[in-house]
């Protein structure tokens, strides 16, 4: 289990953010090249994941399927992700699925449903990339990244896919660390100028195309 500590905002330019980062006294130092994230979301058709993320519920689930690439429509080595929150402590279950395309998502949503333990049927509800920069510091302990160019397609209304829509041009930076590193998180955070926030790009992306 880990801690995702996240901080959403649009008054600081990528600049800022990077100086802020290299200038941490932790020696945060890039860990991995940036890339650009896909995604599709799953939810019930109530959209029970949606409203128990909304409403605060301490122990939730969700589901999405990721893949990287710059251009979304691009899939290969997709994987099935269920992300398992408790309280504040959340983990991660991946598994590999075949590759399959944005016009026909029945044979993905029917594995998804295979493997996603819930009792109501799953369907896609929403498309999403991003690019995210990777940092970590020497030791590997703390990890921090930094999503943007966030882009939006509602799945709700029609599975058809051509180009986004909707962009988001907020930043999104997330702290990593596992469990036993908690005592240690203000050695961290103290050096971040940003003040911690609820983020769910989820929850926005479905806010942003259907409402």
């Not at 605060?56 to 997709?78: C, H, L, Q, T």
């Not at 909707?166 to 036993?180: C, F, H, M, P, T």
């Amino acid at each position: 289990m880990r801690y995702e500590l996240k901080y959403k905002f649009n008054h600081f330019s990528l600049d800022a953010v990077l100086q802020s980062i290299r200038l941490h006294p932790a020696g945060f130092r890039i860990a991995f090249p940036d890339r650009q994230i896909n995604n599709i979301y799953f939810d019930t058709p109530g959209l029970t994941t949606l409203e128990d993320n909304v409403s605060g519920i301490a122990n939730r689930k969700k589901f999405r399927v990721r893949w990287y690439g710059d251009d979304p429509k691009v899939i290969e080595s997709p994987r099935f992700e269920t992300k398992i929150k408790q309280n504040m402590l959340g983990d991660k279950r991946v598994l590999s699925v075949d590759a399959f395309t944005i016009d026909d998502l029945k044979e993905l949503t029917r594995t998804v449903n295979q493997h996603s333990g819930m009792n109501q049927g799953l369907s896609p509800v929403l498309m999403n990339s991003y690019v995210r920069s990777y940092f970590t510091t020497s030791d590997n302990k703390f990890r921090i990244t930094i999503d943007r160019e966030m882009r939006y397609h509602s799945l709700l209304l029609g599975q058809a896919f051509k180009r986004y829509m909707i962009r988001d041009e907020d930043l999104i930076i997330e702290l990593k660390y596992d469990e036993s590193m908690d005592e240690f998180t203000d050695r961290i955070t103290q050096y971040l100028p940003f003040r911690q926030t609820k983020s769910s790009k989820y929850v926005t992306g479905v806010y942003l195309t259907n409402y």
